[in-house]
């Protein structure tokens, strides 16, 4: 053989390796990039359920929340009235449900709202013994019908705070429907 065809022949062999590897990196290449795609894919997923998740967890307790604070509010009327058994069972089993959803909720929102949500808790379970107290007949010092709605309207104001960061972190726009956070409907006779 001389050194032509050798020549030849190297060049040919050295062509058809060189096609078949090229064929081979291309399809690692694609196979990579299939995989980061996948990968991409999933972690989408993932932060969509973890959305929807934490937007769960924020209904429930914005939910909570009220039905706990309009519990307390029935019950005041109900003491002026002496008529508090069926709205005492009401306002318990508020008070458990705001408990449970607020266990679940220290363990998934962020540490702004957990902070928020820990001090209305907090409040909450003041102006519950508040009430306790006076439809117990065992009010302390300071304790009266008067004090618990002036805490009760507060704690309405600190669960709209809330609210607004739940939804500044589910990325929910502070503008609504052409109004402003906290500006309020007219009513019939024209005030807010």
């Known amino acids: 053989m001389d050194v032509g065809s050798a020549t030849a022949l190297s060049a040919a062999v050295v062509?058809?390796?060189?096609?078949?590897?090229?064929?081979?990196?291309?399809?690692?290449?694609?196979?990579?990039?299939?995989?980061?795609?996948?990968e991409r894919a999933e972690l989408a997923r993932e932060g969509r359920s973890e959305a929807k998740e934490l937007r769960a967890c924020y209904v429930a307790l914005n939910t909570a929340v009220r039905q706990y604070l309009a519990a307390l509010t029935d019950q005041v009327h109900a003491l002026?009235?002496?008529?508090?058994?069926?709205?005492?069972?009401?306002?318990a089993e508020a008070r458990d449900q705001h408990r449970d959803v607020y266990a679940e909720a220290q363990l998934r929102v962020p540490d702004r709202v957990?902070?928020?949500a820990g001090d209305l808790s907090?409040?909450?379970?003041?102006?519950?013994?508040?009430v306790r107290?006076?439809?117990?007949?065992?009010?302390?010092?300071?304790?009266?019908?008067?004090?618990?709605?002036?805490?009760?309207?507060?704690?309405?104001r600190r669960l709209r705070e809330m609210r607004r960061e739940m939804r500044a972190e589910l990325g929910v726009p502070r503008v609504f429907?052409?109004?402003?956070?906290?500006?309020?409907?007219?009513?019939?006779?024209?005030s807010a």
């Open 80 to 91: 002026s009235r002496d008529d508090s058994t069926s709205v005492r069972q009401r306002l």
């Open 133 to 156: 107290r006076l439809d117990g007949g065992v009010p302390r010092e300071g304790d009266s019908t008067a004090a618990v709605q002036e805490r009760i309207d507060v704690l309405w």
């Open 15 to 38: 062509g058809v390796v060189g096609t078949l590897l090229s064929a081979l990196l291309t399809q690692r290449a694609a196979d990579r990039s299939r995989q980061h795609e996948r």
């Open 114 to 116: 957990l902070d928020l």
């Open 177 to 190: 429907h052409g109004r402003s956070p906290g500006t309020r409907h007219p009513t019939s006779d024209g």
């Open 122 to 130: 907090r409040e909450l379970g003041a102006a519950y013994g508040m």
